[in-house]
C-alpha cells in the first residue's frame, strides 16, 4: 500500500531563517506532488505541484521554492522566513487516472510558526 | 474555469442531529471527480470519497450519505445521528479528468458537534 510522510512535525523559526520541509510517498511510482498551505482557520492554498522529477508549477508568488530531486520526494523550502509564512503545510500525492479517479492523499502535515 | 463552493462556513448542531453540508461546483468538462475530505483538530485530511461524474447514485456509508445531483452540480454530505467524533472541517473538492489538473477544494465547513 502506498504512504507518505512529511516532516518535521512541527517547528519554531525566526525570521528570516532558511526552511525545509520534506516530503516522500512510497509505495506508488511517478506520482503528481503537492504542497498546500493553510493559515489559521482558513482554507487551503495550493503552492506548487509536480507531475514529474524537476518540473514544478508554482501556484502563488512568494518566498518559498519546491523540488522534486527524485521521483516520489518532494521539497518546500526557503531561504528567508517571514511572519506571513506561518501556517500548516501540508504535503499530497495523487495518481493520474480513471482507477484512481485522481484521489489526492495526504500527508499528516507540517506546522510553522515563525516568530 | 473550476470552481467549489462551500457557502456553510460554520455549523453547529446538538450531538445526535442530522446535519447536511452543501458542496456546490462549477466545471466545464463532462469527466471530473468530486471528493469530501475531513479535517480532524489533529490537522491531517482524511480522505472520505470520491464520485465520478458518469455515476450519480448516491452513496451511504454508514452515518455518512452523500448525494450527488448534476441538475444542480451539487455534491452533499449528510452526516445522520451525529456524534461529537465528527467535529471537524469539512473539504469538498473537484478534480477534473486531466493529467496535470489540480485538485480544487472548497474553503471548508467548520462542524461542531455539541455534547
Known amino acids: 500500500s502506498q504512504t507518505i510522510h512529511q516532516w518535521p512535525a512541527t517547528l519554531v523559526q525566526p525570521v528570516g531563517s532558511p526552511l525545509s520541509l520534506e516530503c516522500t510517498v512510497e509505495?506508488?511510482?511517478?506520482?503528481?506532488l503537492y504542497w498546500y498551505r493553510q493559515a489559521a482557520g482558513r482554507g487551503l492554498q495550493l503552492l506548487f505541484y509536480s507531475v514529474g522529477i524537476g518540473q514544478i508549477s508554482s501556484e502563488v508568488p512568494q518566498n518559498l521554492s519546491a523540488s522534486r530531486p527524485q521521483d516520489r520526494q518532494f521539497i518546500l523550502s526557503s531561504k528567508k522566513l517571514l511572519l506571513s509564512d506561518s501556517g500548516f503545510y501540508l504535503c499530497?500525492?495523487?495518481?493520474?487516472?480513471?482507477?484512481?479517479?485522481?484521489?489526492?492523499?495526504f500527508g499528516e502535515g507540517s506546522w510553522l510558526t515563525v516568530v | 474555469a473550476q470552481k467549489v463552493t462551500q457557502a456553510q462556513t460554520e455549523i453547529s448542531v446538538v450531538e445526535k442531529e442530522d446535519v447536511t453540508l452543501d458542496c456546490v461546483y462549477e466545471?466545464?468538462?463532462?469527466?471530473?471527480?468530486l471528493f469530501w475530505y475531513k479535517q480532524p483538530p489533529s490537522g491531517e485530511l482524511v480522505f472520505l470519497i470520491r464520485r465520478n461524474s458518469f455515476d450519480e447514485q448516491n452513496e451511504i456509508s454508514g452515518r455518512y450519505s452523500w448525494n450527488f445531483q448534476k441538475s444542480t452540480s451539487s455534491f452533499n454530505f449528510t452526516i445522520t445521528a451525529s456524534q461529537v467524533v465528527d467535529s471537524a472541517v469539512y473539504f469538498c473538492?473537484?478534480?477534473?479528468?486531466?493529467?496535470?489538473?489540480?485538485?480544487?477544494f472548497g474553503k471548508g465547513t467548520r462542524l461542531h458537534i455539541l455534547p
Open positions: 509505495g506508488t511510482s511517478n506520482p503528481n
Open positions: 499530497a500525492w495523487n495518481i493520474y487516472g480513471r482507477t484512481s479517479g485522481n484521489t489526492i492523499y
Open positions: 473538492a473537484l478534480s477534473e479528468a486531466q493529467r496535470d489538473d489540480k485538485i480544487i
Open positions: 466545471t466545464r468538462d463532462t469527466t471530473y471527480y
